[in-house]
């Protein structure tokens, strides 16, 4: 059973970095399978809007809405992955969830974690 | 961007109703329509993938329906345990969702 945990900060100051960690345990990020890591992101009382993904391979794809701010990357000795998000505003408050794809096509998401929110504020 | 509609926005319904939510997308994306229910403080779950597919452990009163541009998901039998959200989510381009269907038991 592959679980997935969102870490990092509940709170970030405006124009600052956002930073976020996913911990995998129950499968391996690097030896497990051709699965895509995503971030998805809620923002209050509104849908969900997916920000981006990385491949086992280390390949990242992300949203064009927010590509200028965003990274994504891997720690395979942590079996973790990341995201960055840059030059943060009120409007990137958000429940934030990493997720893992059902059949490595990075589009279907079977796994999540249970969020972790975010707030942008000085 | 591929705008995903869902309707109604939220329901009230009985246990043993049958119950309908629909999705319509923007332009056509052919089967690539998968649903998820949402628990407040909960992970997503995934319900149904590439519009008809069960979700595996997925009880079978969940099912979905569609192509093109409309689909719908029914839960033919409601449980107290199925009040949620209910998104849909399209996979056939850049990743979007549908503003989610709030559904309550009476």
């Known amino acids: 059973q592959v679980q997935l945990r969102e870490s990092g900060p509940g709170l970030v100051k405006p124009s600052q970095t956002l930073s976020l960690t996913c911990t995998v345990s129950?499968?391996?990020?690097?030896?497990?399978?051709?699965?895509?890591w995503s971030w998805i992101r809620q923002h209050p009382g509104k849908g969900l809007e997916w920000i981006g993904y990385?491949?086992?391979?280390?390949?990242?794809y992300y949203n064009p809405s927010l590509k200028s701010r965003v990274s994504i990357s891997i720690d395979r000795s942590e079996n973790q992955f990341s995201l960055k998000l840059s030059s943060v505003t009120a409007a990137d408050t958000a429940v934030y969830y990493c997720?893992?794809?059902?059949?490595?096509?990075?589009?279907?998401?079977?796994?999540w974690g249970q969020g972790t929110l975010v707030t942008v504020s000085s | 961007d591929i705008q995903m509609t869902q309707s109604p926005s939220s329901l009230s319904a009985s246990v043993g109703d049958r119950v309908t939510i629909t999705c319509r997308a923007s332009?056509?994306?052919?089967?690539?329509l998968n649903w998820y229910q949402h628990k407040p403080g909960r992970a997503p779950k995934l319900l149904i993938y590439?519009?008809?597919n069960l979700q595996n452990g997925v009880p079978s009163r969940f099912s979905g329906s569609g192509s093109g541009t409309d689909f719908t998901l029914t839960i033919t039998s409601l449980q107290p345990e199925d009040s949620a959200t209910y998104y849909c989510?399209?996979?056939?381009?850049?990743?979007?969702f549908g503003g989610g269907t709030k559904v309550h038991i009476k």
């Open positions: 989510q399209q996979s056939y381009s850049i990743l979007t």
């Open positions: 590439a519009a008809s």
């Open positions: 332009q056509t994306i052919s089967n690539y």
């Open positions: 990385i491949h086992y391979s280390g390949n990242t």
């Open positions: 129950g499968a391996s990020i690097s030896t497990g399978g051709p699965y895509y």
């Open positions: 997720a893992r794809d059902l059949d490595g096509s990075g589009t279907i998401f079977d796994n």
